[in-house]
C-alpha cells in the first residue's frame, strides 16, 4: 500500500517533535519524491521551512521504513544521530536485491558516465585488458568501456561500474614511475568484479567472496603487488599532506 502524502509528512513532523523536544516550534515541513539519478535524499532549512526530497525508488517503501528515514533525516538536519534501530532498518531495506535493481535502473536511465579514454600517457588501458583477458579469463571478459579518471584519486585506485559497464582507472597510476605489473593488477581486480558479480549472502551484499579472492592471488605478481600498493599510498598520503 502506497503512504499517502498526508501520512508522510506527519512521519516528519514526529520525528522533528521528538529530536528538538519543544525547543522549538515546528515549521513548515513540506516532502516530495524526487527523480535522483541515485539513492539520496535531501533535507534542509529556509525561512521557517522544511523541504524535503526522498528518492522516488522509496515510493512504495513500507511504513517502517518511512519512518525510520524521517528520523535519520531530521537528525541529520540536526547534526544528531539517530538510532541504531532506524539505521538498520534503512540499511536492511536498501539492500534488498529488488531495491538494488531498481537503483541501477536508476543509474542506467537517468546518469551518465564520464568516459575519457584509455590511452594514457605511458599506459593504453585496452592493451592491457586484452592482454590480461587472453591470459587469465581465456578471452571470457566482453570488453567493457575503459578510461582513466578525470582526476589523480588515491581514495579509489580503480572502479568497476555495472551499471555503465565500465572500468575506471586512477590517472595517478599513468606513470612512469608505476610499474606496468601494478597497473595490470589494479585493473584485473576490476576484471574480476565482471566475473564475480556481488552475492547476496546473510543479508548483505559481499564483494570479494571466496571465488574472487582466489582468483585475485592467482594473478603473477600478487604479492608484489600487495606490498608496492601499501608502499604507493603511503607515499601519495605523505606527499600531499607536505604539499598542504
Not at 547534526?79 to 536485491?97: D, F, G, H, Q, V
Not at 558516465?113 to 599506459?123: D, E, P, R
Not at 587472453?134 to 585506485?157: C, D, E, H, Q, V
Not at 586512477?170 to 614511475?177: E, G, K, P
Request: with cysteine; glycine share 2%; aromatic share 14%.
Amino acid at each position: 500500500m502506497l503512504i499517502s502524502h498526508k501520512r508522510l509528512t506527519s512521519l516528519f513532523v514526529n520525528a522533528y517533535r521528538q529530536i528538538v523536544r519543544g525547543r522549538r516550534s515546528v515549521p513548515v515541513i513540506e516532502v516530495e519524491f524526487y527523480p535522483y539519478t541515485e539513492l539520496r535524499h535531501t533535507i534542509r532549512e529556509r525561512s521557517k521551512h522544511v523541504y524535503v526530497r526522498i528518492s522516488d525508488i522509496f515510493y512504495d517503501a513500507p511504513l517502517e521504513v518511512h519512518r525510520a528515514l524521517a528520523y535519520i533525516m531530521v537528525a541529520i538536519l540536526f547534526k544528531k544521530r539517530a538510532s541504531e534501530e532506524y539505521n538498520r532498518i534503512y540499511r536492511e531495506y536498501t539492500r534488498l536485491p529488488r531495491i538494488r535493481r531498481a537503483r541501477s535502473r536508476v543509474r542506467r536511465r537517468r546518469g551518465y558516465k564520464v568516459i575519457l579514454t584509455a590511452q594514457g600517457h605511458y599506459y593504453n588501458l585496452e592493451t592491457m585488458f586484452e592482454r590480461l583477458n587472453r591470459r587469465y579469463f581465456g578471452g571470457s571478459i566482453k570488453k567493457p568501456a575503459l578510461t582513466w579518471s578525470k582526476r589523480n584519486t588515491i581514495s579509489s585506485l580503480g572502479n568497476h561500474d555495472p551499471e555503465h559497464n565500465a572500468i575506471t582507472i586512477s590517472r595517478v597510476l599513468d606513470s612512469a614511475s608505476v610499474p606496468c605489473w601494478f597497473v595490470e593488477y589494479i585493473l584485473y581486480h576490476e576484471m574480476l568484479h565482471i566475473k564475480h558479480p556481488p552475492r547476496f549472502i546473510n543479508g548483505r551484499y559481499r564483494y570479494h567472496t571466496k571465488d574472487f579472492e582466489a582468483d585475485e592471488r592467482r594473478f603473477l605478481h600478487y604479492k608484489e603487488a600487495i606490498r608496492w600498493y601499501d608502499r604507493f599510498i603511503k607515499r601519495q598520503t605523505t606527499s600531499r599532506r607536505r604539499a598542504a
